[in-house]
């Protein structure tokens, strides 16, 4: 069954620090590998989209990796803002028609 | 920037009531989606279409629902009897193309959020 499993699942972090969230996920045949924020009752927005090929991709703050072989994804946030406050969802594709497979997200809370 | 839109943003309806949700895609999009997310559990995929017909859909997408572009701009979800468990926010999306490993992005709209009593 295809699914995609986040952790942790809420994170508290101060203002200003770093911090990694991680995904690891069991979809075939996977197409790519996506990560969106979404904050409290609005749609899921796009930070990073990635295939098999590519090991990193960043987007400003946002830096996403890609381990194929072991099927385990990161988003790392730098230097946090309070508006980072959402949470963050890792998405594969699995294959066809961009059919899109969600984790259940991780909330992250930026404290000042 | 364009930006796909829903309406309404929030719709009470009574158990058994026939809904639709309305969703406007972004102008030179071709593919749209569906997608439902439950207070408190993951965004769930319903179904894609393209050139006037579903691509896919899921389990969820049974006989009570239907879609339809019933013109150049909008693109619906119709729930025929509505449940309680129907219960949840209703995002649309749309992209520019689909293709077997393509990385077309998906905007997503605001959504709707649907209450059955």
């Known amino acids: 069954k295809n699914q995609v499993e986040q952790s942790p699942q809420s994170l508290i972090i101060l203002e200003g620090k770093n911090c990694t969230l991680q995904?690891?996920?069991?979809?075939?045949?996977?197409?790519?590998l996506r990560w969106y924020k979404q904050d409290t009752g609005r749609g899921p927005v796009s930070l990073t989209i990635m295939t098999f090929s590519e090991n990193t991709k960043s987007n400003g703050r946002y830096t996403a990796t890609l381990d194929a072989d072991t099927k385990q994804s990161s988003l790392h946030i730098t230097a946090s803002q309070l508006s980072d406050s959402a949470s963050y969802i890792c998405?594969?594709?699995?294959?066809?028609?961009?059919?899109?497979?969600f984790g259940a997200g991780t909330r992250l809370a930026v404290h000042p | 920037e364009p930006e796909v839109t829903q309406t309404p943003s929030h719709q009470v309806t009574q158990m058994g009531q026939e809904v639709i949700l309305r969703c406007v895609p972004i102008s030179n999009h071709l593919y749209f989606y569906w997608y439902r997310q439950i207070l408190g559990q993951k965004v769930e995929f319903l179904v894609s279409f393209y050139n006037n017909e579903i691509s896919e859909k899921s389990e969820i997408f049974d006989d009570q629902f239907s879609v339809e572009r019933p013109d150049g701009s909008n693109f619906t979800l119709k729930i025929r009897s509505t449940k309680l468990e129907d219960s949840a926010m209703y995002f649309c999306?749309?992209?520019?193309?689909?293709?077997?490993?393509?990385?077309?992005?998906?905007?997503f709209g605001p959504g709707t959020r649907l209450t059955v009593t």
């Open positions: 998405v594969v594709s699995a294959g066809g028609y961009n059919k899109l497979i």
């Open positions: 995904c690891n996920y069991t979809v075939s045949p996977f197409s790519n």
């Open positions: 999306a749309s992209s520019e193309v689909a293709r077997l490993a393509a990385t077309y992005e998906q905007y």
